[in-house]
């Protein structure tokens, strides 16, 4: 029988959880880097025992882990994230130049063909690729010498990218999205981009000619249809159907469309989960009730799935990389929150289970489906 690994990173450690394909019954692995804040890790889709971590810390700094072995044991494999080439400058928040900074890697993303090629995107906003298993890292520096990245500026929690895609069909193209400056997408595999944000919708940019500035959360892209992108924006929920020439707006009868994680269902491309929140400024779920809602027709008409979820007196978040699919019949779907819970539906929403609970707040969420 098929088994789920779930990599949970914290604000104090990393945790991994096993179970064989029912999904009922959890193993919790310990606390790795107890103390330290694991902003990321995902495995490798080639070898499923290499995992990368993001582990980031006021003491140590920005530190890559990996692990050869499925998470038992670990390797610092490298500290080095340098910006290549002049540092230059980008917008904050009152609209002053400031310089570039390196401060930490918001998300892994392991190559779909190799296990040693891993991109990772950076705060202040930058792009990096390593091809040797993380002991080296090169900047893509197309995507920050881009020429609208001195109009980039951060967002409440920084300017950073988060979201990195990685095109099945076509290893040239990847897409990215950068908090606060939009989401662009390369042809050629990082060394020139453009971005794709026309149609997006924010009343903070008056401009609806403008090439960036919006605050994009999160992307999600099922692998068969790679042309096809879902967008949790601040404020509003978009799709794509052309890579993102054009979006729209999907938000239908959402409650709020204010949140930050959105996936799409494993087997079925027009289904999407989002989790929404009160509001820009009160993080924690719409009407003190956790609910992921549900949308089966690709956007517009969405349900709320409720069904083992805490529905009074909820304050919690999900964050932007807190929330993932496994690829098991009925798609397990998993999320975690600010609280420390990890819940997990094993028949694509319809009901919910908490794995574990009382864990720090909950920063990342992937799922591994392991033979």
């Known amino acids: 029988m098929s088994q789920v690994r779930v990599l949970v990173g914290t604000k104090k450690g990393a945790f991994i959880l096993t179970s064989d394909g029912a999904r009922k019954d959890w193993q919790i692995d310990r606390p790795y880097f107890g103390g330290l804040e694991i902003f990321h890790m995902k495995a490798s889709p080639v070898d499923a025992n290499r995992i990368y971590a993001s582990q980031c810390s006021d003491w140590f700094g920005q530190v890559i882990q990996r692990s050869n072995d499925g998470g038992q044991t670990w390797d610092a494999v490298s500290n080095k994230f340098l910006y290549d080439g002049e540092t230059g400058t980008h917008l904050w928040y009152d609209g002053t130049p400031h310089p570039w900074a390196f401060k930490r890697i918001w998300h892994l993303e392991p190559s779909l063909t190799c296990a040693d090629t891993v991109y990772a995107g950076a705060e202040d ?29 951060p967002g409440a929690g920084g300017m950073g990218v988060h979201t990195i895609l990685l095109d099945p069909s076509n290893p040239l193209r990847i897409y ?13 595999g990082g060394e020139t981009w453009t971005p794709i944000n026309k149609g997006l919708q924010s009343k903070y940019m008056p401009d609806p000619n403008t090439e960036v500035g919006f605050c994009v959360h999160n992307l999600a892209m099922h692998p068969s249809r790679p042309d ?26 959402l409650p709020t469309d204010f949140g930050f994680p959105i996936e799409v269902h494993a087997h079925e491309p027009n289904t999407v989960y989002v989790v929404p929140i009160k509001s820009d400024s009160e993080h924690y779920v719409h009407e003190g009730k956790l609910r992921v809602f549900r949308s089966r027709t690709g956007g517009t008409d969405w349900e709320p799935l409720t069904n083992g979820l805490p529905q009074r007196d909820c304050y919690v978040n999900v964050l932007r990389d807190a929330m993932s699919v496994d690829t098991l019949d009925g798609c397990g779907v998993y999320f975690g929150t600010t609280g420390g819970q990890v819940y997990a539906s094993a028949d694509g929403g319809d009901s919910w289970n908490t794995i574990v609970q009382n864990l720090p707040a909950v920063l990342s969420i992937e799922v591994q489906t392991l033979p």
């Open 176 to 188: 990215i999205a950068i908090s606060a400056a939009g989401a662009f997408r390369t042809e050629d």
């Open 228 to 253: 096809v992108l879902f967008m949790q924006l601040h404020w509003n929920v978009m799709r794509t159907d052309n890579g993102g020439d054009l979006w729209t707006n999907v938000s239908g009868n």
């Open 125 to 153: 906003a930058a792009l990096f690729k390593t091809t040797d298993g993380g002991q080296t890292w090169n900047e893509l520096k197309g995507l920050r010498c881009h020429p609208s990245s001195t109009q980039w500026n």
